[in-house]
């Protein structure tokens, strides 16, 4: 098992003193056309003047005062960002505040969604066909069930929405 910890150590000792000479050769044109996005270069300007908040601008003095050898390597920012979680396909992000007319607004959609849909529609496919984020749904569905514009048949998954009057006959 030593030899197999001393295998890995020493691997990994390579591993990384060939990419620092390989950063160390390459231009600086090279490495920030490899690591950095393309900004606009009033975005860039600033950000060259002066780090904003007090770690940036600590973690900037820090890094000047440090000789160059013992600089750390930071990891490309072109590296692709960790795998969402589950089934979603891209990470939530929290929503601005609606006003009341943006909301009854997708409720007006659905609505009319739904009259052209007489057999009803199941939340996501409501999402689907309006192109709204799953995060947007609850509150215009709640809203148009409180006003009476949507009915509801069915629990959790399984809740298949109408427009008003609509709902299979039984």
Same mark, same amino acid.
């Given at each position: 098992?030593?030899?197999?910890?001393?295998?890995?150590?020493?691997?990994?000792?390579?591993?990384?003193?060939?990419?620092?000479?390989?950063?160390?050769?390459?231009?600086?044109?090279?490495?920030?056309?490899?690591? @950095?996005?393309? &900004? +606009?270069? $009033? =975005? %860039?300007?600033?950000? /060259? #003047? *002066? !780090? @904003?908040?007090? &770690? +940036?601008? $600590? =973690? %900037?003095?820090?890094? /000047? #005062? *440090? !000789? @160059?050898?013992? &600089?750390?390597? $930071?990891?490309?920012?072109?590296?692709?960002? *960790?795998?969402?979680?589950?089934?979603?396909? $891209?990470?939530?992000?929290?929503?601005?505040?609606?006003?009341?007319?943006?909301?009854?607004?997708?409720?007006?959609?659905?609505?009319?969604?739904?009259?052209?849909?007489?057999?009803?529609?199941?939340?996501?496919?409501?999402?689907?066909?309006?192109?709204?984020?799953?995060?947007?749904?609850?509150?215009?569905?709640?809203?148009?069930?409180?006003?009476?514009?949507?009915?509801?048949?069915?629990?959790?998954?399984?809740?298949?929405?109408?427009?008003?009057?609509?709902?299979?006959?039984?």
């Amino acid at each position: 098992m030593s030899t197999l910890k001393s295998t890995l150590e020493s691997l990994s000792t390579e591993f990384a003193s060939a990419v620092l000479r390989a950063i160390r050769s390459a231009s600086l044109d090279e490495l920030v056309g490899q690591t @950095a996005p393309a &900004a +606009k270069p $009033a =975005k %860039a300007a600033k950000a /060259a #003047k *002066a !780090p @904003a908040g007090r &770690a +940036k601008a $600590a =973690k %900037a003095a820090k890094a /000047a #005062k *440090a !000789p @160059a050898a013992a &600089a750390p390597v $930071a990891a490309p920012a072109a590296a692709p960002a *960790a795998a969402p979680k589950g089934n979603r396909k $891209a990470p939530r992000r929290r929503l601005t505040r609606r006003s009341p007319e943006d909301i009854q607004g997708v409720v007006d959609s659905i609505v009319a969604l739904l009259q052209r849909k007489p057999d009803g529609l199941r939340s996501e496919d409501i999402r689907a066909e309006l192109g709204l984020a799953s995060n947007e749904m609850p509150r215009p569905l709640a809203e148009g069930l409180k006003s009476k514009r949507l009915s509801k048949e069915g629990e959790k998954r399984a809740t298949v929405y109408f427009a008003k009057g609509g709902g299979k006959k039984k």
